[in-house]
């Protein structure tokens, strides 16, 4: 294993999305320094098959522990659903998910016991949220709905249109019925329509957005294993940021995700 207290975390997403959660790690953990790799070539994994989905997810891996990574966040909740058992069979490094740790935020938040999930559709349709909601709680209800327009229409850069928001009413339609009082926001977009979801759904539900919580779940695994960063190593703009096509578009938009954290965008091309 590559490790060590002053390694970087290697962070991916299949796109841009995945800087949500690394914003979260970057703000628990300002001693820490990432490795972020997007891969903008193979964008969108939400509708490609598990297998796809999985073979990009392993490559990524590969790369990022090449790197001497000492976790690995899967910041994408489709690879995480997809990916994450593999992965975690295949490296010796602590690999983290986004699933476990929204589904637990949505148990900490439901009065009612009855929680909404939307993601893509191969997020949706592998059932990972309603497995990981109900070994927390058995007794959950969990309404669960794929949201496919939403990623293109974020990546529009139409997080406040009225276009999003009929798509959003359409779509949310069912779990307004249902009256579900939590929804994980199970796709690394959506955290960036919140207000528009909000205003959709009203005051009674809960948005849950599991960067938060993944980066909690980084840093108590981190702290378990003993591979903290000393304090002294504490990064001034040393995060580095990989993409597997044109650099000069993740960074205009990546700095909507994270400002000028992002200094530079290297290209690496994979498979
Ligand atoms: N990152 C993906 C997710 O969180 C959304 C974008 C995609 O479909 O690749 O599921």
Not at 51 to 78: H, M, P, W
Not at 142 to 151: D, E, N, Q
């Amino acid at each position: 294993m590559t490790a060590g207290s002053s390694a970087p975390i290697g962070v991916f997403d299949s796109g841009i999305g995945g800087l949500t959660v690394a914003h979260a790690i970057i703000q628990h953990l300002p001693n820490e320094r990432i490795i972020y790799f997007g891969d903008t070539a193979r964008v969108p994994y939400g509708p490609k098959s598990p297998d796809t989905v999985r073979r990009y997810s392993r490559e990524i891996a590969g790369f990022l522990v090449a790197q001497g990574v000492k976790t690995i966040v899967v910041a994408c909740n489709t690879a995480t659903a997809h990916a994450l058992p593999t992965l975690q069979e295949e490296w010796e490094v602590p690999v983290i998910g986004v699933v476990e740790p929204g589904a637990r935020a949505a148990v900490n938040a439901t009065r009612s016991g009855h929680v909404g999930v939307i993601g893509t559709a191969g997020t949706i349709k592998s059932g990972a949220y309603e497995r990981a909601l109900r070994a927390l709680r058995p007794s959950l209800r969990v309404t669960a709905r794929a949201c496919p327009l939403f990623v293109p229409l974020v990546e529009e850069g139409w997080v406040d249109h009225d276009v999003t928001r009929m798509v959003a009413r359409e779509y949310l339609e069912p779990l307004r019925e249902a009256e579900v009082d939590a929804l994980v926001l199970g796709c690394t977009h959506y955290p960036l329509l919140k207000t528009l979801l909000a205003e959709v759904l009203g005051d009674d539900v809960r948005l849950i957005d599991s960067a938060e919580e993944t980066a909690r779940e980084t840093s108590r695994i981190l702290r378990e294993r003993g591979l903290e960063a000393p304090a002294s190593a504490a990064p001034v703009g040393g995060h580095r940021f990989f993409a597997s096509d044109d650099p000069l578009q993740f960074l205009q938009l990546g700095q909507r995700f994270l400002g000028d954290v992002i200094e530079g965008v290297q290209v690496q091309t994979l498979g």
